[in-house]
């Protein structure tokens, strides 16, 4: 089987960081695009940042200039870094990757989701 397992998480005062990995395992044959999504209470989820292959990146504009992601293919990895963060920030943030197997494509492998808490 195939799957996403992330690391990290936590509480953080606001102003500080914090950093979030995210690793695919399994018969994978390649990742196109993986990416970081975040949810709040009572809100949908939302895209953060997300990162082809080659290293194109994309932010959401709440985000900009404070997070960074990042990935190590080898490792089958994507990063999250976060800094200067708010309480805004405060969500259950999911990892997100395009994996093909031999057994089936699929267009978004979510993983569990890490709670990051930002206090005032």
């Known amino acids: 089987q195939v799957q996403l397992v992330e690391f990290g998480g936590g509480l953080v005062q606001a102003g500080g960081s914090l950093s979030v990995s995210c690793t695919a395992s399994g018969n994978i044959v390649k990742i196109n695009s993986m990416g970081w999504y975040r949810q709040a209470p009572g809100k949908q989820r939302e895209l953060v940042a997300d990162?082809?292959?080659?290293?194109?990146?994309n932010y959401a504009d709440s985000v900009k200039g404070r997070f960074t992601i990042s990935r190590d293919n080898a490792k089958r990895t994507v990063y999250l870094q976060m800094n200067s963060l708010k309480p805004e920030d405060t969500a259950v943030y999911y990892c997100n990757a395009a994996v093909v197997t031999p057994y089936i494509n699929y267009p978004e492998l979510w993983g569990q989701g890490t709670l990051v808490t930002v206090s005032s």
């Open positions: 990162i082809t292959s080659g290293g194109s990146t």
